[in-house]
């Protein structure tokens, strides 16, 4: 029954590449493998089994549970197979009856300390020191067992501080794998071995509960532990998975890999894929534990519609819920035009939904008002990236840092954000890579254990244009251009225009001191460090492109990037670090207004007529509305009806006032999603979303890595969400006839270059494959962008003019708020909010200096309130020294929180992307919650008691 869990082999220690070869026999046959190898990872390549407790293929060997013991021809003793390397012509004994005689010693040492509660213990079954004491064939124990042996352990008490996972410690063998787990996998040293000799317990910080401690919960020590010491509280609960299903992560842009492990439809717990390209067997608190929102109370199972946003829900069926929907959109359209409707795409879609929704707005009907929450995350990186280098991706994979020398991270926080990845960047950081961080705030990884950046560029918010730009001044004025690079891969005209722009005295780190407030001196050693290299990788984020530059700061850093020669190989690159799941993939789909499937303009008659003739319908060549500018229309009376599918814009764009009045003028809103959600609240059509769990797909990470989403339970309303976006296409009048989301796959590789060799058979093969994936390319696709030219063929350069933000600070709003995400909570918090994650983060709060705290009058905990040009709310603050002093810092993943009430309308120059990071404002003390806020928790009262009448009368009717 339990198979499944045993089908991925463990090595015992991790793979070793070297062009040698040894070869050696073992148990009489002859194996041969890299040099550096362990003999225990030998022995497993040739089909033989070494008992262990102590190792595990993730971890470096340890050597101390001495049961990995094997003979060696001409040597003296036992040695530990894990610990010894492979050499030449070696004859190695596995099993003999003096090894079988010393392991069973061991395992009665081991279980003279440890309770004998197998049958009832909730690693029965996925125990490995119940397997070994089956391997080794102890029988009995001639110490006896915990009292009867004297001085013992199995009465430890246990910790449940932790919402996700137990520690017993009364059944611990001290075989370290968590420990080192926590530094070697994740790199939070978080754990450590306390006492001495018989008395050493593994110790979360200072023998502290695991909640009390630095612990991120990130389950690599649950996933190391051999025994029931740390153990899943879903596994206590439910007891043992009988089937495992691979499938894709549903938060951030790493795209983990999972197994997710099952009881019939029932989710036990999320593992983390061992063969998973973006992870690697690693996880976060996030993708690993905080999977519950799936199948919690709020969840909508069941279509409803209203009138107006005034009545209460009435729940309906599949069948009429569309039918109203349609009904509207049609009768919008015939009165005020075609263009009079649009759409939104979602993220959190997988690639096939995504191409649906945009299909049925252009198809259906028949306008190009389609745009993604790509809109306010990623869309100057689309626009920069395009410009510079020819497609808008990221050029690396993530596997690609562990050859990098020098990181820049720039307006982004791996640790919180992307923390799978931060894992594998600060492992090549312990090993010696060097690190830039250019950020306001002094993020985790500017100094955290055994990791230290060489170069903080505490920089002004707003200002990155002129710090990258003055980089790129130090790397032309002091000859540390690649030039034999640029000669060979670059445009020269557009080149040498940049390079005589930068040189001016006015790009100098000296004359953008006073602004950016970074010293000369630091951001020239930070500019050398990056050119001298020799593999220097940029990792950027949203810090980068919200802001009214945000495109002209992606292009600065390609242009840096080129001109020190650090595109096109391993260990380099530019890439940015996607906020969502799948914020690629729905670019990639044709999310935009301008843009069909793969980056192509919708202007291009020959794309055009190409997707016209396998759609049966005329496409218009006039761009659509981006989504600011559907607010704008809606406001005006032009813009009556909107389809909106897994995104919560009420909530996560900026100006939430003006959202919300934009949302109110309009006629029909269709919102498709798990929860009622904020921008639910103003629509009259709910339809039910599916989770991940519930979706079959695909999903596109920062990688360009097209990975399978695998449905594990069926759709809670019975309809998925691109069968729900199909019927609605359909009663518009524009059939759609899928039978399977792999059919919308054969369909998105027919009309799309750089997906054209993309089948779910090849995902299936190869785990995963990465776009572009065609006849031109491997056959799983291409795994590092522009290896010998561009795709545009040279890459181009553009001058970056640093212009000041609108967002300026005076007398009345003399700091600057900028914003971000934490590690415990994800985007809008519509998902981690309804998992106990909020035991780590409950609130958005206000990070303030000291220094501007005590000009205010504000203590720890105070409540304060925020005002913009924009509007006002109240947090709480939170003193911290993360921040300098002039600069303020908040998260939004609470509505009542209201931090998007006052960020602004200022937004990237070619994009719209807004200005969040970027805001003007005034912070006192104050008593009570703002205007908005009360209006707020009126209006949201107003809307929960709409949604319990409408499921109460459905209840009462039977319906």
Same mark, same amino acid.
């Given at each position: 029954m339990l198979q499944h869990?045993k089908n991925?082999?463990d090595?015992?220690t991790?793979?070793?590449?070297?062009d040698k070869?040894?070869?050696l026999t073992i148990?009489?046959m002859? +194996?041969?493998v890299?040099?550096?190898?362990s003999?225990?990872?030998?022995?497993?390549?040739?089909g033989?089994n070494v008992p262990?407790?102590?190792?595990?293929?993730?971890?470096?060997?340890f050597?101390s549970?001495?049961l990995?013991l094997?003979?060696i021809?001409?040597?003296r003793?036992?040695? =530990?197979s894990c610990?010894?390397p =492979?050499?030449?012509g070696?004859v190695?004994?596995?099993?003999t009856?003096?090894?079988?005689?010393?392991?069973?010693g061991?395992?009665e040492?081991y279980?003279?300390d440890?309770?004998?509660?197998?049958l009832?213990?909730s690693?029965?079954?996925? @125990?490995e020191?119940?397997?070994?004491a089956?391997?080794t064939?102890?029988r009995?124990?001639?110490y006896?067992v915990?009292?009867?042996a004297?001085?013992?352990?199995c009465d430890a008490?246990?910790?449940?501080s932790?919402?996700?996972?137990t520690?017993d410690? &009364?059944?611990?063998?001290v075989?370290?794998?968590c420990?080192r787990?926590?530094?070697e996998t994740q790199?939070?040293?978080a754990?450590?071995?306390s006492?001495?000799?018989?008395?050493?317990r593994?110790s979360?910080?200072q023998?502290?509960?695991?909640?009390d401690s630095?612990?991120?919960?990130?389950g690599?020590?649950?996933?190391?532990?051999?025994t029931?010491?740390l153990?899943?509280k879903?596994?206590?609960?439910?007891?043992?998975?009988?089937?495992?299903?691979?499938?894709?992560c549903?938060?951030c842009?790493?795209?983990c890999?999972?197994k997710?492990e099952?009881k019939?439809n029932?989710?036990?717990?999320?593992?983390p894929w061992?063969?998973g390209?973006?992870n690697?067997g690693?996880?976060c608190v996030?993708?690993r534990f905080?999977?519950g929102?799936?199948t919690?109370?709020?969840?909508?199972?069941?279509p409803?519609?209203?009138?107006?946003?005034?009545?209460?829900w009435?729940?309906?069926?599949w069948?009429e819920?569309i039918?109203f929907a =349609?009904t509207?959109f049609k009768?919008i359209?015939?009165?005020h035009?075609k263009d &009079?409707?649009?759409?939104?795409?979602s993220?959190?879609?997988?690639n096939?939904?995504v191409y649906l929704?945009?299909k049925?707005?252009?198809?259906?009907?028949n306008t190009n008002?389609v745009?993604? @929450?790509a809109?306010?995350?990623?869309?100057p990186?689309?626009?920069?990236?395009?410009? !510079?280098?020819?497609?808008?991706?990221?050029?690396?994979?993530?596997k690609s840092?562990?050859?990098a020398?020098v990181i820049?991270?720039i307006?982004a926080?791996?640790?919180?954000?992307?923390?799978?990845?931060?894992?594998?960047?600060?492992?090549?950081l312990?090993?010696?890579?060097q690190l830039?961080v250019v950020d306001?705030r002094?993020?985790?990884?500017v100094?955290?254990?055994?990791?230290r950046?060489q170069h903080?560029l505490?920089l002004?918010?707003?200002?990155?244009v002129a710090?990258? !730009?003055?980089?790129a001044?130090? +790397?032309?004025t002091e000859?540390l251009?690649?030039e034999a690079y640029?000669?060979?891969? @670059?445009?020269?005209k557009?080149?040498h225009a940049?390079r005589?722009?930068?040189?001016r005295p006015?790009?100098?780190?000296?004359?953008f001191?006073?602004v950016?407030?970074?010293?000369?001196a630091?951001?020239?050693?930070?500019?050398?460090l990056?050119?001298a290299?020799?593999?220097s990788?940029i990792?950027?984020g949203?810090?980068?492109t919200?802001h009214a530059?945000?495109s002209t700061?992606?292009i600065?850093?390609c242009n840096?990037?080129m001109?020190?020669?650090m595109?096109?190989?391993e260990?380099v690159g530019?890439?940015?670090?996607?906020g969502?799941?799948?914020?690629?993939?729905?670019?990639?789909?044709?999310?935009?207004?301008h843009?069909l499937?793969?980056?192509?303009h919708i202007s291009d008659?020959?794309v055009?007529s190409?997707f016209?003739a396998?759609w049966?319908?005329?496409?218009?060549?006039?761009?659509g509305?981006r989504?600011p500018?559907m607010?704008?229309?809606a406001?005006a009376g032009s813009?009556?009806?909107l389809y909106c599918?897994?995104?919560d814009?009420v909530?996560?764009?900026?100006?939430?006032q003006?959202?919300a009045?934009?949302l109110?003028?309009m006629e029909?809103?269709v919102v498709?999603?798990i929860?009622?959600?904020?921008?639910?609240?103003?629509a009259?059509v709910?339809?039910?979303?599916? &989770?991940?769990?519930?979706k079959d797909?695909?999903f596109?990470?920062?990688?360009r890595?097209?990975s399978r989403?695998?449905?594990?339970?069926?759709?809670l309303s019975?309809v998925?969400?691109?069968e729900a976006?199909?019927m609605?296409?359909?009663?518009?009048g524009?059939p759609?006839?899928?039978?399977?989301p792999?059919?919308i796959?054969?369909?998105?590789?027919a009309l799309?270059p750089s997906f054209?060799g993309?089948?779910?058979?090849?995902?299936d093969?190869?785990? &995963?494959?990465?776009w572009?994936c065609?006849?031109t390319?491997?056959?799983?696709?291409?795994s590092l962008m522009h290896?010998?030219?561009?795709v545009?063929?040279?890459?181009r350069?553009?001058n970056t003019?640093?212009v000041?933000s %609108?967002?300026k600070v005076n007398?009345?709003?003399?700091?600057l708020?900028t914003?971000g995400?934490?590690?415990?909570?994800?985007?809008?918090?519509a998902q981690t909010?309804?998992?106990p994650?909020?035991?780590?983060h409950?609130?958005d709060?206000?990070?303030?200096h000291?220094?501007?705290?005590?000009e205010?009058?504000?203590?720890?905990?105070?409540?304060?309130g925020v005002a913009s040009r924009a509007g006002?709310t109240?947090l709480?603050?939170?003193?911290?020294?993360r921040?300098?002093p002039?600069v303020v810092y908040t998260t939004?993943?609470?509505?009542?929180?209201?931090?998007n009430?006052i960020?602004? %309308?200022s937004s990237d120059?070619a994009?719209?992307?807004p200005?969040?990071?970027?805001t003007?404002?005034?912070? !006192?003390k104050v008593?009570?919650?703002?205007?908005?806020q009360?209006?707020?928790?009126?209006?949201?009262r107003?809307?929960m008691?709409?949604l319990?009448r409408?499921?109460?009368?459905?209840?009462?009717?039977?319906?």
């Open positions: 869990l991925e082999i090595h015992g991790p793979a070793r590449v070297s070869t040894v070869t148990d009489g002859a +194996v041969s890299p040099q550096g190898t003999l225990m990872r030998a022995a497993v390549e040739a033989v262990k407790l102590c190792a595990t293929d993730s971890l470096e060997p050597g549970c001495r990995c094997v003979e021809e001409g040597r003793g036992f040695p =530990a610990t010894t =492979a050499e030449a070696m190695v004994r596995t099993q009856p003096k090894l079988q005689q010393l392991r069973k061991v395992m040492l279980i003279s440890h309770p004998l509660d197998c009832t213990c690693a029965n079954g996925d @125990c020191l119940q397997d070994m089956g391997v064939g102890l009995n124990v001639r006896g915990g009292a009867a004297g001085a013992h352990h008490k246990k910790d449940a932790n919402p996700y996972f520690y410690p &009364s059944k611990c063998i075989c370290n794998r420990v787990a926590c530094e790199g939070t040293f754990l450590t071995i006492g001495r000799g018989f008395e050493s593994v979360p910080g023998d502290q509960p695991f909640m630095e612990c991120v919960s990130c690599a020590c649950v996933q190391a532990c051999p029931a010491t153990q899943e879903t596994v206590i609960e439910l007891g043992q998975p009988e089937h495992s299903v691979i499938t894709t549903a938060y842009g790493v795209g890999g999972f997710a099952m019939g029932t989710v036990v717990r999320m593992v061992k063969d390209k973006a690697e690693h996880s996030k993708g905080a999977w929102y799936a919690h109370k709020d969840r909508i199972t069941q409803m519609v209203r009138e107006k946003i005034t009545d209460a009435r729940e309906v069926s069948p819920a039918e =349609a509207r009768a359209q015939a009165k035009g &009079s409707v649009g759409g939104i795409t993220s959190r879609c997988t096939e939904e929704v945009q049925l707005i252009r198809a259906a009907f008002n745009d993604t @929450c809109r306010v995350c990623h869309s990186t689309g626009y920069g990236m395009g410009q !510079t280098f020819g497609t808008s991706a990221g050029t690396q994979t993530f840092v562990e050859e020398d820049m991270v307006g926080n791996p640790t919180d954000a992307h923390p799978v990845f931060a894992s594998r960047m600060k492992k090549r312990r090993e010696g890579a830039i306001p002094r993020i985790d990884l100094s955290s254990p055994h990791i950046a903080h505490a002004q918010p707003g200002t990155n710090v990258i !730009t003055a980089m001044h130090v +790397v032309v000859g251009v690649n640029v000669a060979e891969r @670059c445009d020269t557009s080149f940049w005589e722009f930068v040189a006015e790009n100098s780190p000296e004359a001191e006073p950016t407030g970074v010293p000369a630091e951001l020239r050693a930070a500019a050398r990056f050119a290299g020799p593999n990788a990792y950027y949203l810090g980068v919200e530059q945000g700061m992606v600065g850093i840096l990037a001109a020190c020669g595109v096109g190989r260990g530019v890439n940015p670090l996607r969502q799941n799948n914020v690629q993939g729905s670019c990639d789909m044709g999310s935009f207004p843009e499937p793969g980056y192509r008659t020959t055009r190409t016209e396998a049966g319908v005329e496409l218009s060549p006039e761009p509305l989504i500018n607010f704008e229309a406001l813009f009556k009806g599918v897994g995104e814009i909530q996560s764009d900026p100006n939430t003006h959202v009045a934009a109110s003028a029909c809103i498709q999603d929860f009622l959600n904020e921008t639910a609240k103003y009259h709910l339809l039910p979303g599916s &989770s991940f769990l519930e797909g695909t596109t990470n920062a990688e890595r097209i989403v695998r449905q594990v339970m069926p759709p019975g998925g969400d691109w976006t199909a609605l296409s359909t009663a518009l524009y759609m006839d899928y039978r399977h792999e059919d796959m054969r369909e998105i590789a799309t054209a993309v089948t779910y058979e090849k995902i093969r190869f785990g &995963s494959v990465q572009p065609n006849e390319t491997a056959e799983a696709g291409t290896v010998e030219k561009f545009r063929g040279k890459g350069f553009f003019q640093y000041p %609108d967002e007398g009345r709003y003399p700091l708020l914003t995400r934490i590690l415990s909570q994800y985007n809008v918090g909010r309804r998992t994650n909020n035991q780590w409950d609130e709060v206000l990070e303030i000291p220094h501007d705290a005590e205010r009058g504000v203590a720890q905990g105070d409540w304060v006002q109240v709480r603050a939170q003193l911290s020294d921040m300098q002039g939004f993943h609470f509505p009542e929180s209201g931090a009430v960020t602004t %309308d120059w994009t719209n992307c200005e969040y990071k970027v003007a404002v005034q912070v !006192t008593l009570q919650p703002s205007e908005w009360r209006q707020y928790a009126d209006f949201n107003q809307q008691e709409f319990a409408g499921r109460e009368r459905a209840e009462a009717t039977g319906k």
